[in-house]
Each structure stands twice: as structure tokens, then as C-alpha cells.
């Protein structure tokens, strides 16, 4: 859709123009995974697709919700914003502008508002559809409703926030500020270099001559749900806890790889010990994956991220029969530097560098592969990395 038919399709919808216009993308990680919550740092990049938003005040004092993705609309007065049931779509909305409300006491919703919404993430992959939708939201409701920030960089850190707070109070997803910060903070042609903890990020350049981003979605029904999910956390945890009776550490991103196998031991649980070695080693292979970046090496790059999807299948556990089928198959192209799932596993996607004369045999030989072992049919999009939220009218 080009920003001329977005146009016309609120015009449609609501009889008048819209007055603003506002981006947000999606996101993948590139490297990095299950590392966040075990305070280490994340590696993610904004992509060139994501969700729009265009908005009118109107003099109703209502918020009316359409997309051009799902067929629910919604018609909320301004004086009773609080969470709508039945999943409904609007809550990733609605929760954004009740969060700016709450945490900035200077913002005023002074009008009602007709928002129309257009995403072109695939919903449920994996790649944020919900976190594009909350940062647009936040990027353009803080700004109608006053909230002054001069310094870019805190401000787009602060629309991640409401993002995750609305994903946490609206949705009911208790999920990490990776998303909404690689859709905030994104910046083309690099990636985020993100401790999740803390915050600190740093931009790395992603210089990939004759190399796309290849991402393969597994259509599969399947995903990390809380209950895998907590049982992962509480592994982590119960690793600190026998880790820290020889060595007192808060999280396992601490631990050097030269640790690990001084400590490993202490670790009595078999379970426990797989999951933090898996993060310990991430920890490092992420460090080293941004290195690589810099000096110019990818094919370091790919194999470490080869590397991470094995650790994710056979110590962490959270691949999967259709994630290990489209990375097994990608590792046998030649061409590809290397491919892992991305995400939280189990379904959703994975991500790849491909050169550019192998996408076209990539494509045709993993599909097959990937069809013949599961039965499914993969999706693949040549990702292009992007920039950050934006208002474009
Ligand atoms: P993802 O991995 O894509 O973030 P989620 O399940 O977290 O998957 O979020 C998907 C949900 O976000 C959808 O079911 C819908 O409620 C909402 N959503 C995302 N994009 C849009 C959109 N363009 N219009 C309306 N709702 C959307
Ligand atoms: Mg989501």
C-alpha cells in the first residue's frame, strides 16, 4: 500500500482526510536469543516493513479504532479507556494512550480521535506485529496529547516503555523491552546492540555486500507459551542459585565462558546446567557476533549464528521439529552463512544471510525440504533493515 492509498482508505472509512500520518516497524533478532531476561544484551534490527497509522481528531470525545487488517471496529469514549475482552485488537492501542496518560500527569487526550491502522507484518510470526502497532501508537498519542521530550534518544526509549507496559496491561504478555525498542530505537542499515536490563544500546552498522537478510516463516501453529516459557526462567534461576553457592552472581550473563568451566560443576541440576550453558554461551556468541560485525566479518558472523540455533535446539530446547527443518535445510545451500531460529521458538521464524545469486535456490530447496519433513508450506521475504518509528505527514 502506498501512503496515497492509506489516504484515500481513511478517507473512505470516514468521510474526511486524516491529518497525521505515522510508521512503526517490525522487527528481527539477528542474535541474542533468550539472553535477555538472564541480564545480557540482544542484537535486533528494525525491518523496512510494519504498522501505520493515520489519525483525525473528531468532536465526539470517542476513540474509533479501524484497521485494514482485521474486520472489528471499535468505538471507545475518552472517559472509559481500561482493557477491552475478547483479545480485541484495539487493546494494543487503547492501552498505549491509557499508559501515556498515567505515566506523563502533563498529557491531555483534549479529543476524541479516528485512527485507521495498515500493518504488512506477518501477524503471529514472530516479527512484532504487536510491538509495531504499540509504538506507533505511542509515537503519535504522546504527541497529541503534549508529552515534551527534547532529547530524541530518551524519547524513543520511553515510547518502547508504554510499548511494553501496554503489551503487559492490555495484552497480557509479559514480554522483555527488546521489541518495542528495536521498532523505537531502530536505525537502517544497523542493528541495536540492546542490554535489555539496563537499556545501554549501541547502533552497529550492518554492512552486508552481495548478503540479504533472508527470513523463512514456518507458518507453524506452534509457539513458546508462558508455560515453557516460566519453566525456562525458573532453570535460569535455579542455575544463579548453584552457581552462586561458589561464586555469588545476579544473572548468568556474568559468567565469562572462562567461568563456566570453572563453575559448571557446582551446577547439580542437569536441566539447569543445560539451560545456562546455552546462556552463557550466547552471552559470548553475541559479543562476538557485534565484533565481527565491525571488522567486516561475516562469515564469522553467520557461523555464530549456526552456532546459536544448535545451542537453542539441543541445550536450551526451544526449536522445534519445524524451526531445526528450515535451518537444517538452509545450512546445506551454499551460499548461506549461516541461519537460526529467531524469537521465542517453537514456531514463528527463522533468519538467514544469504548471498544474493543463492536466494533463488534457498528458497526453492528449503521450501521443498521444509515441505517434505513437516508438511508445511515456509513464507520467505528478503528483509530490508529500516529505520526507527517516524511520523511521515
Ligand atoms: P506478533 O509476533 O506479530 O507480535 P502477537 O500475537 O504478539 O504477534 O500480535 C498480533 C496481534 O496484534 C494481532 O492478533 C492483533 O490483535 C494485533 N495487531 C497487529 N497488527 C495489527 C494491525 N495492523 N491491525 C490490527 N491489529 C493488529
Ligand atoms: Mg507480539
Not at 552481495?210 to 534461576?237: E, F, M, W
Amino acid at each position: 500500500m502506498t501512503t496515497q492509498e492509506l489516504q484515500a482508505a481513511f478517507e473512505q472509512a470516514y468521510g474526511r482526510k486524516a491529518e497525521k500520518m505515522y510508521f512503526a516497524p517490525g522487527r528481527v533478532n539477528l542474535i541474542g536469543e533468550h539472553t535477555d531476561y538472564n541480564g545480557g544484551c540482544v542484537f535486533p534490527c528494525a525491518l523496512s516493513f510494519g504498522a501505520w497509522l493515520l489519525i483525525a481528531k473528531n468532536g465526539d470525545q470517542v476513540l474509533r479504532f479501524r484497521s485494514l487488517n482485521m474486520p472489528q471496529e471499535y468505538a471507545i469514549p475518552v472517559s472509559a479507556i481500561r482493557p477491552q475482552p475478547d483479545r480485541a485488537w484495539c487493546n494494543y492501542a487503547l492501552g498505549c494512550i491509557d499508559i501515556i496518560a498515567r505515566r506523563h500527569p502533563e498529557a491531555k487526550l483534549e479529543s476524541g480521535y479516528d485512527l485507521l491502522y495498515f500493518g504488512n507484518v506477518p501477524a503471529g510470526a514472530g516479527l512484532s506485529s504487536s510491538a509495531a502497532m504499540e509504538v506507533v501508537t505511542a509515537r503519535a498519542f504522546t504527541e497529541e496529547m503534549g508529552v515534551n521530550m527534547d532529547n530524541d534518544k530518551a524519547y524513543r526509549t520511553e515510547l518502547a516503555l508504554i510499548g511494553q507496559a501496554c503489551e503487559h496491561e492490555y495484552a497480557g504478555v509479559m514480554c522483555g523491552v527488546m521489541d518495542q525498542f528495536a521498532s523505537a530505537q531502530g536505525k537502517k542499515d544497523h542493528a541495536i546492540y540492546l542490554n535489555c536490563d539496563t537499556l545501554e544500546f549501541e547502533h552497529v552498522p550492518v554492512k552486508l555486500e552481495g548478503i540479504k537478510v533472508v527470513i523463512s516463516n514456518t507458518h507453524s501453529p506452534h509457539h513458546l507459551d508462558s508455560g515453557a516459557y516460566n519453566d525456562r526462567v525458573r532453570q535460569c534461576h535455579t542455575a544463579v542459585e548453584q552457581i552462586s553457592k561458589v561464586h555469588p552472581i545476579k544473572h548468568l550473563a556474568e559468567l565469562s565462558e572462562d567461568d563456566w568451566r570453572e563453575m559448571e560443576s557446582a551446577i547439580t541440576d542437569p536441566i539447569a546446567k543445560k539451560r545456562a550453558r546455552h546462556v552463557v554461551g550466547e552471552v559470548a556468541r553475541t559479543a562476538a557476533a557485534v565484533e565481527a560485525l565491525k571488522r567486516g566479518e561475516i562469515a564469522y558472523f553467520g557461523e555464530l549464528m549456526t552456532a546459536s540455533h544448535v545451542s537453542l535446539r539441543d541445550d536450551y530446547e526451544v526449536t522445534g521439529p519445524e524451526l531445526d527443518a528450515l535451518a537444517e535445510a538452509a545450512w546445506q545451500v551454499e551460499g548461506v552463512l549461516g541461519s537460526r531460529m529467531t524469537g521465542g521458538g517453537f514456531g514463528g521464524c527463522t533468519v538467514s544471510l544469504v548471498k544474493d545469486e543463492a536466494i533463488e535456490t534457498f528458497k526453492a530447496f528449503v521450501g521443498a525440504e521444509y515441505e517434505k519433513k513437516t508438511g508445511l508450506k515456509a513464507d520467505f521475504y528478503v528483509a530490508e533493515i529500516g529505520d526507527g518509528v517516524s511520523r511521515l505527514c
